[in-house]
């Protein structure tokens, strides 16, 4: 099995900075794509940032330019930091991996379960 294990969030005024952090353990041979999606009550969970194994990114619009995601491949952690923060930026959010288990193994997709962000305006 697979844990991921989120630190970092909490409460912070509009215009302020927070950085999350994820780390993964357990049976864990080969990480690939590692992020974070983000969910807001009422709302579907959504895309912030993903980060593959060879540091390339992918950020979704709403938070391009603010929020910056980085990993550390050899302490199996990846990074958000996020900058000139929004009141609508505030939900729960969601550490992503995807880990193959052994060689040969599939890929196979983790969660975990979530730090609570919340800015005030």
């Known amino acids: 099995q697979v844990q991921l294990v989120e630190s970092g969030g909490g409460l912070v005024q509009a215009g302020g900075s927070l950085r999350v952090s994820c780390a993964a353990s357990g049976n864990i041979f080969s990480l690939d794509t590692m992020g974070w999606y983000r969910q807001a009550p009422g709302s579907q969970r959504q895309l912030v940032a993903t980060i593959i194994s060879s540091g390339s990114t992918n950020y979704a619009d709403s938070v391009k330019g603010r929020f910056t995601i980085s990993r550390d491949n050899a302490k199996r952690t990846v990074y958000l930091q996020m900058n000139s923060l929004k009141p609508e930026d505030s939900a729960r959010y969601y550490c992503?991996?995807?880990?193959?288990?052994?060689?040969?193994?599939?890929?196979?997709?983790?969660w975990g379960q979530g730090t609570q962000v919340t800015v005030s305006s």
């Open positions: 992503y991996a995807r880990v193959k288990g052994r060689w040969g193994s599939p890929w196979a997709d983790y």
